[in-house]
């Protein structure tokens, strides 16, 4: 039932910026009205890191959790009409080239953890030039 469906990946020069987008479908909002949402990266031969999540779409405010690599550089952010999740990337380094997924959970949000989420998109490849 739970659908998330990834885009805005790309290749980018060195100090340049993407956004990336995932639209999810289906029923995941908790009871409380929020939605655990996350942008994780991966590369070959590494473990899945977590980049960016926090929960989003409730009434009260909840600042997003952030991997020490990107802070200040990536922002998390959603739109509650469109259900979409979005992960701004600027200053782009040549480090930040990986597999980008986004990842939803019903209950917990730790982006140390990706096996807290349940629910993946496909991946969208980021490559970043020197």
């Known amino acids: 039932q739970v659908q998330l469906v990834e885009s805005g990946g790309g290749s980018v020069q060195a100090g340049g910026s993407l956004r990336l987008s995932c639209a999810a479908s289906g029923s995941l909002d908790t009871y409380s009205g929020s939605t655990c949402m996350a942008w994780f990266r991966q590369v070959p031969g590494k473990e899945r890191e977590g980049v960016a999540g926090?929960?989003?779409?409730?009434?009260?405010?909840?600042?997003?959790d952030y991997a020490d690599s990107v802070k200040g550089r990536f922002t998390i952010s959603y739109d509650k009409a469109k259900n979409t999740v979005y992960l701004q990337m600027d200053s782009l380094k040549p480090e930040d080239t990986a597999m980008y997924y986004c990842?939803?959970?019903?209950?917990?949000?730790?982006?140390?953890?990706?096996?807290?989420?349940?629910?993946w998109g496909q991946g969208t490849q980021v490559t970043v030039s020197s």
């Open positions: 990842a939803a959970s019903r209950r917990l949000c730790r982006i140390t953890r990706a096996t807290d989420f349940a629910y």
């Open positions: 926090g929960y989003f779409g409730g009434l009260s405010p909840y600042d997003a």
